[in-house]
């Protein structure tokens, strides 16, 4: 079976602070695909990266970066100098090789004090 | 483009009522899917579709019907309302292909139901 994990259920900081969201993931298929969402206060579901199972390479966007190690599962999320734009949810989500059904984790709400 | 356009955004219904959540999309994806959304689950998955005419069951698709008459439209039907559906559902569209697999999914702005 398929499950995304994020044990963070919550996390504050201050503004400027570095943060870093937690996702493990479980699968036994070889192909697979990663996925950061953003859930802002207004609700929508903003796609933030994609990365396949075979492309361990980091990943920077900005003040955005991810981890992906298959050796841990572990596909994480950092936020770097974070501001208050940044509060939202944010989800991790896995999809299997051609199917584009998404398996969720149950988010990570992020605070972000002035 | 409108992207992912749900209507209604709020709805409040009564025990046994039945209605349908609207899912439009404009950007001629194949693939089409309804989530729930309640506090400490993430989000799961309803009904999908992998194009006019075919749909299938997710994790959790009792209590709901879904059909796929065309590619840009795929309605969601909740048959006799339960505060168990008091949720937030989210439509969701993403372009499928065989030389381009498991792109990103564009997700309406949700609906926000209360059945009582």
């Known amino acids: 079976a398929q499950k995304v994990t994020q044990a963070q259920t919550e996390i504050s900081v201050v503004e400027k602070e570095d943060v870093t969201l937690d996702c493990v993931y479980e699968t036994r298929d070889t192909t697979y695909y990663l996925f950061w969402y953003k859930q802002p206060p207004s609700g929508e579901l903003v796609f933030l990266i994609r990365?396949?199972?075979?492309?361990?390479q980091n990943e920077i966007s900005g003040r955005y970066s991810w981890n992906f190690q298959k050796s841990t599962s572990s596909f994480n999320f950092t936020i770097t100098a974070s501001q208050v734009v940044d509060s939202a949810v944010y989800f991790c989500?896995?999809?299997?090789?051609?199917?584009?059904?998404?398996?969720f984790g149950t988010g990570t709400r992020l605070q972000v004090f002035p | 483009n409108a992207g992912v356009t749900q209507t209604p955004k709020f709805q409040v219904l009564k025990t046994g009522q039945s209605m349908t959540l609207q899912c439009a999309q404009d950007?001629?994806?194949?693939?089409m899917s309804w989530y729930r959304q309640d506090p400490g689950m993430g989000l799961r998955l309803i009904h999908y579709s992998v194009g006019a005419g075919i749909t299938d069951q997710g994790e959790v698709p009792n209590g709901y019907n879904v059909s796929r008459s065309t590619t840009e439209d795929f309605p969601l039907r909740l048959l006799s309302a339960a505060p168990s559906q008091t949720s937030v559902y989210f439509c969701a569209s993403s372009y499928s292909h065989s030389l381009v697999m498991n792109t990103e999914a564009f997700f309406g702005q949700g609906t926000r139901l209360t059945v009582v």
């Open positions: 989500a896995l999809s299997l090789y051609n199917t584009d059904k998404l398996i």
């Open positions: 990365r396949n199972s075979f492309d361990e």
């Open positions: 950007m001629n994806h194949e693939y």
